[in-house]
């Protein structure tokens, strides 16, 4: 994330384009997502590797006015979910700064019948 209004310069020193990015205003601040580019269905590992392939982790910390985090998002059909994270996708994490959230969908089908 960055704030409003200050030019994300910092895209050059990480070797992106601009445009593999998308982006949406959220209040005073602006949400950068990166994605994997794999099918959803592609294992947790599969897409941490793709991620750290376009950016590697450890190039994010220290790098000022931006807030850098790995969200996670996991869809699910059952009553409640659990996620594992290998060990080896928490070593691409490393001396990145990263905070790992998980962010949880239910799924339409899991919802009762009125």
Known sequence: MTKR????????SLGLDIRQL???????????RLDSGL?????LKQQF?????????QKLDGIKD???YLDIGMFFDTA??????????LALLDNSGLTIEVTCYPCEE?????
Do not use: T
């Open 39 to 43: 099918p959803q269905n592609s294992s």
């Open 110 to 114: 899991s919802k009762p019948n009125n």
């Open 80 to 89: 409640m979910c659990s996620l594992q994270i290998p060990p080896d996708c």
């Open 5 to 12: 209004g200050v030019k994300p310069d910092f895209f050059k």
């Open 22 to 32: 998308n982006n949406r205003s959220c209040g005073n601040e602006v949400l950068w």
């Open 49 to 57: 590797k793709a991620l750290y392939r376009l950016i590697p982790f």
């Open 66 to 68: 931006i807030h850098a």
